[in-house]
């Protein structure tokens, strides 16, 4: 079926051509995908509620992602007076650019191995043989929070500004633990190329997904990457019950709309790099192995890593109506005296492996080791780093200075 | 005399260049920005005719003109905006056009961890500051510059002595003879090493800016300087916690 689509177009032009499939595939199937997305979500919620949700346009509410679209492409687009009107129009565009440009390096399907920029293969990823894939996408990450913060400040709304400004400390405080995260990644497959890794992890099979050896690197990865994309529990800069909608309290129809389909793409982003560093891409046993050559092998390869991506997606929503919203500074102790000094072990975890030559299995037990101790730091006593509580001295000399502190 | 007609070319655009910024930095009373514009794209005109370098790759030098013309002209908007914010937002761009400076060089890495510490970290912090400093607007004395004419007039003596410097090792106008320019930069003999972990650089030239080159010079020929800023660094982190006011004194 591919090869079919391949060979539709001639030889010469192929090389310009499948880039642009390869775009315009990414693109289309991205929105498509985002728009119900939502009504996956909002039909999960209601499930978990124990209510019907959507069902009144079409089948099931199959058409509801029609209708949304509909009433925001047609309702009315409010530019509030004293906003910052270049800033509050350009917020949402470069919450979409940069989301989408994220998806760059992510490859959807097997990357063919021998991928030349001259031959005419269908490429699976639409910027193939970045060395540095990961750190691309950290990169651009980095700066998906600006559409945040100046969406927010432009709005001139107090409430806005506040969700911008927890934005702005939770995006660069996450940015850290999940950065480290992949740092034992690298090191064990020599290379921070998203393609090297999935091929490493597809060619030793079941036994070589990077989850045996790197558990708890997942489990942070996920966590700030879920911080990273403002979802719930992490959703402090959005925070309906405090903050009305936080940053995008002024947005109404299509840039509100557009807000919300960034949010949507980092989710598909995510759930991709977890599958893809951890979960071994588009390889499982028996069916899309990496010798295996029957028909329609390819796209056989491309639903199972769609199948595992929309697994993780479903985690994530349901995620949503699990754990409840954090507080704001149990979401900075978490990243900073959590997740962090976790990434720095298992770092140093990976180093000692490589150094003395262990074989690598031996991360698995060392890792939920370190998980185990840590969870147990925490649940032991509450607040282990705090200083111990002062007594509060009756008399009101010496004592009560500190009573009145707190 | 016959110094300042000889390197005319450079100073004339250096003149230009300070009266632009002079003229733009802010002041209670506004200025023509269009004038103070008009200024500085005449000093970059005429600084055109000095860098202008030998024809090659029309695709690299595109790349070069626009990522080199947007870090100045967004460095010269962020110091003469009045705006905080909008001063902060055109650091950000100037620091993205400094990034695509870096890929256009093939230093992939560098610019990747630029954009992550500059733009992403960095910046978003100053943003965060100025935002949460400023709920009602700028105060009076943030809407004008302290010392407009010594801060511009210093500011360009040092640029000038950058480029003359550089003028005069034959760096930046491509009409230096190769002799001169093989002698322009002490270089270490091929069988010197930096320290005793120095490897010798390899020779496979796609591997030339690639992380892992990047690595084994950091941590070989550069180890100290690395293990001296890690140290630095782990000090400032713990005087920055060190100074901050603790829960139990008040504040914070």
């Not at chain 1, 949402?92 to 440009?101: A, H, Q, Y």
Request: glycine share 8%.
């Amino acid at each position: 079926m591919l090869n079919s689509l391949v060979n539709f177009f001639p030889e010469p032009v192929r090389p310009y051509v499948m880039p642009i499939l390869a775009i315009v595939i990414v693109l289309n199937v991205n929105l498509g995908v985002c728009s119900y997305l939502i009504l996956l979500e909002r039909k999960l919620s209601a499930w978990m509620q124990d209510r019907h949700g959507p069902n009144r346009v079409g089948p099931f509410g199959l058409f509801q992602p029609v209708a949304d679209m509909l009433k925001l492409l047609l309702k009315e687009d409010v530019i509030p007076g004293h906003v910052n009107k270049v800033l509050f129009v350009l917020a949402p565009g470069i919450s979409v650019f940069t989301t989408f440009l994220a998806f760059a390096v992510v490859p959807f399907g097997p990357v063919p191995e021998n991928l030349s920029p001259g031959d005419g293969q269908f490429p699976f990823i639409i910027a193939p043989g970045i060395d540095l894939g990961i750190v691309f996408i950290f990169a651009i990450g980095s700066l998906a929070v600006y559409g945040i913060i100046l969406g927010g400040w432009a709005s001139n709304n107090k409430y806005s500004a506040l969700g911008c400004l927890r934005a702005s400390a939770q995006v660069v405080s996450y940015e850290i633990p999940l950065g480290m995260s992949v740092v034992g990644l690298a090191l064990l497959n020599h290379s921070m190329s998203i393609e090297k890794i999935l091929m490493n992890q597809a060619t030793n099979g079941l036994p070589g997904w990077n989850i045996w050896v790197q558990p708890l690197a997942c489990v942070i990865f996920f966590i700030a990457a879920m911080a990273e994309a403002q979802r719930l529990p992490f959703d402090l800069a959005e925070c309906e019950q405090e903050l009305i909608g936080g940053w995008h309290t002024e947005y109404s129809a299509m840039k509100w709309g557009l807000f919300f389909l960034a949010e949507y793409t980092h989710v598909i982003t995510i759930s991709f790099l977890t599958i893809i560093l951890f979960f071994g891409g588009w390889q499982f046993p028996l069916i899309a192995e990496i010798d295996s050559a029957y028909t329609g092998a390819t796209v056989v390869k491309v639903l199972v890593l769609l199948t595992k991506v929309f697994g993780v997606i479903i985690v994530i929503q349901m995620l949503r109506w699990t754990i409840p919203r954090f507080r704001f500074d149990q979401l900075m102790s978490l990243a900073w005296k959590g997740l962090i000094p976790l990434a720095m072990v298992n770092v140093l975890l990976v180093m000692i492996v490589k150094q003395f030559d262990l074989h690598t299995l031996w991360l698995l037990p060392l890792s939920i080791a370190a998980f185990v101790a840590a969870g147990l730091m925490g649940t032991q006593s509450s607040r282990p780093f705090a200083r111990k509580a002062v007594p509060v001295v009756e008399d009101h000399g010496h004592g009560g200075h500190h009573a009145h502190a707190h | 005399m016959k110094w300042s007609t000889e390197n005319g070319a450079l100073l004339v655009p250096l003149a230009l260049g300070w009266l632009a910024i002079w003229w733009l930095l802010p002041r209670e009373k506004g200025r023509s920005r269009i004038l103070g514009g008009l200024i500085g794209v005449a000093a970059l005109l005429a600084l055109q005719v000095t860098l202008l370098p030998p024809a090659g790759n029309v695709v690299r030098d595109g790349m070069f003109y626009l990522f080199g013309g947007a870090a100045i002209l967004s460095g010269g908007l962020m110091i003469t905006d009045k705006n905080p914010v909008f001063a902060a937002l055109w650091f950000a761009v100037s620091t993205l056009s400094v990034c695509g400076l870096f890929l256009v060089n093939s230093a992939p890495f560098l610019s990747a961890a630029t954009i992550i510490v500059y733009a992403g970290a960095i910046v978003v912090t100053f943003l965060f500051v100025i935002m949460l400093a400023q709920q009602s607007g700028a105060a009076n004395y943030d809407h004008r510059a302290v010392q407009p004419v010594m801060a511009s007039v210093l500011s360009f003596v040092l640029l000038g002595s950058l480029l003359f410097a550089l003028q005069e090792w034959g760096g930046i106008d491509g009409k230096a003879s190769d002799e001169a320019r093989a002698n322009q930069f002490v270089s270490l003999e091929g069988t010197v090493q930096a320290n005793v972990f120095s490897q010798p650089p390899g020779t496979n030239k796609a591997e030339i800016g690639s992380m892992r080159v990047l690595g084994r010079s950091l941590f070989s020929d550069y180890l100290y300087v690395v293990e001296l800023a890690g140290t630095v660094l782990l000090i400032a982190t713990i005087g920055a916690i060190a100074i901050a006011p603790r829960r139990s004194q008040g504040t914070l």
